[in-house]
Structure formats: structure tokens, C-alpha cells
């Protein structure tokens, strides 16, 4: 399989990797997430990329940019649900929502929601569909006022109102794949730039007269650091692409792209919080300090390893599926 961006594609990257440098720095991201920047990355056009003919496979290729610069909000689920009816404004949700007959008779379901304090519609998926609930009463509840992540405010509901399902099985399976896919790329793009931030600082930083960059052992945790970015991403586009493919044709085998989704999730999970904590290594004492970005990917690699899937889980399926088929 070629792995090489078509030239459309290079534009592409190019065009995010330009917005993201211009409109998302360290400052601006340190702020959070806001009307303001959820306008700028739909006029730019980052979540319209499939309802305007662009592919998985292009949309993956913008989250590996936003996944660089560490762009925080609830992209992939805005992403998600792009063209969707009813689907207006900021979109967040929940992957594991339980479902309609399961809510009603217990009555209770605690329930984090991310950025449920700025979305204009909270979704959730269940095995009856895509479930559309009151975004206001999410916005009512409580938040955490130190999450894992300092950029991912959540909100937490001990009871939660019963929604309305829009969209069918169907489509909740693929909603569950593509944000699969799209979250892994995004960790892809975290992977990669904290290469890139640990290989400039053990160029600038000296110690005994040198660069530490000279150090033997520096120099294996980077080249570690580098191929597993490298390997997630090609994982990444393969199983974007065999999304493409499989959602051309009948949607009946659309299982077909569950294993190499869950292959690439597991890599890009780990690429990203590995490379973060090499990062962290590479940086030493200065890499714990407020001031510097590295903590900040560390805590959305955690953070990110708890949705669409954990690489835990995605890694059992794996195993289930080989030993099936070696059965």
C-alpha cells in the first residue's frame, strides 16, 4: 500500500499546518476552547471536509495537524456530526450512551460529558442509534474543576434526560469507527510533534560542553520516539483508507474495518503517550514545569486514551479476533 499524500492531499496538510500556526499557538491554546475557535476551524472548513467530498483518509490527514499543536474542543464529534439534521453549532458526546430502555428503567446513569458546558448539541451512541439529548440540561450540570486534561473541561450528570434517536445502528457503528479513526489520528499528530519538540530541545540544551543530543542514549529515545510516530501513522491512514473503501460498497460488511481501526488505535494510543513521556524524559526537570507544552500532550494522551475505545480494549479485541482465527 502506498503511503505517500497525493498532491491534493500535500495541500491539504499544508493549508491546516499553515492555520494552526498562524491562529493556534501555545498562548491561544493554553485559553481553552471557545466560540471564537470553533468559528475559525469551521470557516476554514475542518469540519464540513466530508460533507464537501473530501475522504476519511483527507480528514484524518487535518487531525493529525490539529493534533500537533494540541487544538483542544470537541473536534471529532463536531466533525462527526457535520450535515447531520438538527446537529447545530458545537457537537459533544458520549460513545457508550446506554440505551433508551436502559435509561428509562433505572432512571440514573452517572456520565461525564466533555465541553458539555459550551455545547450547542450533546449526542450519544448506543446500540439503537445515535441518541440527540438536552443540550441545556448539560450545560446546567456541574463541572470538574481539575480534570486530567486542563484544556478538556467536563461535565458531570448523575441523571440524564432521555433523548431522542435520529439516527439508526447503522450509523452509530460508523460514527464509532470514523471517531476511532479521527481521535487516533489526532494522536498521531501529538506523537510526531512531540518528536519534533524533544529533538530541538536536546539540539539547544548542553550539558558537559555539548548538545545532550550527542548523548548515545538521547539519541536511541528519539529514533524510538520517531518510529513509533511513523509506524502509528502509517496504522492511521491504512485504516482510514479501508474506511473509505468498505463505505463505498454494502454496509453489511462494514465489521470488515473494525480490526484494522482497532490496530490503529492501539498503536496511536501508545505512540502518543509514549512519545509524550520520552518528551517529559528528554526535557528532564524542565519538562514537569507549567511553562513548558510537554505536560500538556502527557495529559491528552491520557485523557484521549479513555474515548472511542482505550488502547486496552481495542487490544483485546485484536487478540480475540487472532485467536478465532487461528482456531
Not at 15 to 38: N, Y
Not at 51 to 76: H, K, M, N, Y
Not at 82 to 100: L, R
Not at 257 to 283: D, I, T, Y
Amino acid at each position: 500500500m502506498n503511503f505517500d499524500l497525493s498532491a491534493d492531499q500535500e495541500d491539504l496538510r499544508d493549508g491546516i499546518r499553515a492555520l494552526c500556526a498562524g491562529r493556534f499557538t501555545s498562548e491561544r491554546v493554553r485559553l481553552g476552547f471557545d466560540q471564537e475557535m470553533h468559528k475559525e476551524l469551521s470557516d476554514a472548513g475542518v469540519f464540513s471536509l466530508r460533507t464537501d467530498g473530501f475522504s476519511w483518509a483527507d480528514s484524518s490527514i487535518a487531525f493529525q495537524e490539529l493534533g500537533r499543536v494540541l487544538v483542544p474542543g470537541p473536534l471529532v464529534w463536531t466533525h462527526l456530526a457535520n450535515g447531520a439534521a438538527g446537529c447545530e453549532g458545537i457537537v459533544t458526546g458520549v460513545e457508550s450512551w446506554p440505551d433508551q430502555s436502559e435509561a428509562v428503567a433505572s432512571g440514573e446513569h452517572r456520565v461525564m460529558v466533555e465541553f458539555g458546558a459550551q455545547a450547542d448539541t450533546v449526542l450519544g451512541l448506543s446500540n439503537e442509534g445515535v441518541v440527540c439529548f438536552d443540550a441545556e440540561a448539560v450545560r446546567r450540570a456541574p463541572q470538574i474543576d481539575w480534570p486530567l486534561d486542563p484544556l478538556t473541561p467536563v461535565s458531570v450528570l448523575d441523571k440524564f434526560p432521555v433523548g431522542e434517536l435520529f439516527l439508526g445502528p447503522d450509523a452509530a457503528a460508523q460514527w464509532r469507527l470514523g471517531g476511532a479513526v479521527l481521535t487516533s489520528a489526532y494522536q498521531v499528530g501529538m506523537a510526531q510533534a512531540c518528536v519534533e519538540i524533544a529533538t530541538s530541545y536536546a539540539l539547544a540544551r548542553d550539558q558537559f560542553d555539548r548538545p545532550i543530543g550527542s548523548f548515545q542514549a538521547i539519541k536511541h529515545l528519539l529514533a524510538d520516539m520517531a518510529v513509533r510516530a511513523e509506524v502509528a501513522r502509517a496504522a492511521v491512514d491504512a485504516a482510514a483508507v479501508t474506511l473509505d473503501d468498505l463505505l463505498t460498497q454494502d454496509s453489511a460488511i462494514l465489521s470488515e474495518v473494525v480490526r484494522p481501526v482497532a490496530g490503529a488505535r492501539v498503536l496511536a494510543g501508545e505512540a502518543a503517550l509514549a512519545n509524550a513521556k520520552g518528551s517529559l524524559q528528554v526535557h528532564g526537570g524542565m519538562g514537569f514545569t507549567w511553562e513548558m507544552d510537554v505536560h500538556l500532550y502527557l495529559k491528552r494522551a491520557w485523557m484521549l486514551n479513555t474515548v472511542f475505545g482505550t488502547p486496552t480494549q481495542h487490544a483485546d479485541f485484536l487478540a480475540a479476533t487472532l485467536t478465532t482465527t487461528s482456531s
